[in-house]
């Protein structure tokens, strides 16, 4: 979860591959227009950081524009 000042950015929702409440969990927030969301599945290998950091990257140019 993303947060400042006690304010919702984002949230980063986590997963072992190939789990069921996972892909109930995706095809229910998915288009959720609240706030932005990544979803990772996890195999037990490090997790990809490029993907983490690009959100984190939207996040803060979301914000920047908001204050804009």
Not at 2 to 20: K, M
Not at 53 to 59: E, G, H, I, K, T
Request: proline residues 4%; contains cysteine; hydrophobic residues 35%.
């Amino acid at each position: 979860v993303f947060r400042s000042a006690g304010q919702l950015h984002g949230c980063v929702l986590t997963n072992p591959w190939g789990c069921d409440n996972g892909l109930i969990e995706e095809s229910m927030l998915k288009n959720s227009s609240e706030y932005p969301m990544l979803f990772l599945y996890e195999d037990g290998t490090v997790p990809d950081e490029r993907k983490i950091s690009s959100f984190a990257f939207r996040l803060h140019n979301l914000e920047r524009k908001k204050v804009e």
